[in-house]
């Protein structure tokens, strides 16, 4: 028999959780800490925007730790609380002085994931553009770290990313990720996916390192035609076991779902189709994620905060589970 919810013991504590208006805003409500050998999952912002056309991704942060305070909840369709499984934290934002020059940060950015690495927790960060993978990365994949391999990406876009640098006097740049990380031995891209590429292209063979070099590209049109549900086996079935890293473009949902985004496309993934696909990608192992390309400003009714909120509960529910098997 199902015990009544009135015989619950519901704690002060998790009523707090709602009202994510008052107090201090975390990441997930999550309790801040500075030692990362006292985390498992360390939630980070990184304010860092390289290309100022791409307006205010660097708040996107602080508009998250606002609206996300209220997701320090247990997680329905799984049935578990995260929070009870792992220590998860908010460690604050990364702090770097190049705050303009994306190309000088990216140093000062790698040795601040080094440090959380070589502790043992794993990174899920609330960027800014999409320059923010890359650091992460160098810090926790490659011939460099810890695990002296590649990792593989299940990367969410409406763009592949993987376009050549430098770009407008920028190496760095928020759409040459997925391709340097490739070059530099982070990313297996033959046991790796891009999921929602969407939107014209400004040149025919735009995404030809992406197709070359190995990345098994699923296009919107072809998630709208086969389903969600094929999708989400055959990734399993190409990446397995092997260490993933869960990355996420704003940009690949609808502008219903996610109106305030710096590259916007016409078309993409209802939020309900990315939580699908997320929840399927349960008991993979996980080693971290992002969430990128938020624009606060165009965010009034908080919609975008509200969905990039639930996105970090479901990876990090993955990343939670992944820490206790």
Do not use: K
Not at 3 to 21: K, P, V
Not at 73 to 79: C, V
Not at 210 to 227: C, K, M, W
Not at 275 to 289: A, C, I, L, S
Request: hydrophobic share 40%; net charge negative; proline share 8%.
């Amino acid at each position: 028999m199902t015990q009544a919810m009135t015989d619950i013991d519901i704690s002060d504590e998790q009523i707090r959780s709602f009202m994510y208006w008052q107090g201090i805003p975390t990441l997930l409500g999550c309790p801040i800490e500075t030692d990362p050998r006292q985390v498992d999952i360390a939630l980070v912002g990184l304010p860092l925007t390289s290309n100022p056309v791409e307006r205010t991704q660097y708040l996107a942060p602080r508009a998250v730790r606002h609206r996300s305070t209220a997701y320090h909840r247990t997680h329905r369709e799984f049935g578990v609380n995260p929070f009870d499984l792992a220590r998860i934290r908010d460690m604050g934002d990364v702090p770097f002085e190049n705050h303009s020059n994306a190309d000088a940060a990216m140093p000062e950015i790698e040795q601040f994931y080094r440090h959380l690495d070589a502790a043992g927790a794993r990174p899920f960060t609330i960027g800014g553009d999409h320059s923010i993978t890359l650091p992460v990365l160098r810090s926790i994949a490659g011939p460099n770290s810890r695990r002296h391999e590649p990792v593989s990406v299940i990367h969410f876009d409406s763009h592949t990313d993987s376009y050549p640098s430098p770009l407008g006097g920028v190496t760095h740049h928020p759409g040459a990720g997925f391709r340097m990380g490739v070059e530099e031995g982070l990313i297996d891209p033959t046991a790796s996916v891009q999921i929602g590429i969407n939107g014209p292209l400004a040149h025919p063979a735009q995404d030809a390192f992406s197709q070359e070099s190995g990345y098994r590209i699923f296009p919107l049109t072809e998630l709208e035609d086969n389903g969600i549900a094929a999708a989400v086996t055959e990734t399993r079935e190409l990446i397995g076991d092997r260490p993933v890293f869960i990355s996420v473009d704003l940009d690949v949902l609808t502008l219903a779902d996610a109106p305030a985004v710096a590259d916007p496309e016409a078309g993409g993934l209802t939020a309900n189709e990315l939580f699908r696909m997320v929840r399927g990608f349960r008991g993979m192992n996980v080693v971290g994620g992002d969430i990128a390309c938020f624009v606060p400003h165009l965010d009034p009714s908080m919609v975008t905060a509200i969905n990039a909120s639930a996105i970090m509960h479901h990876i990090v529910t993955l990343m939670a589970e992944a820490v206790r098997s």
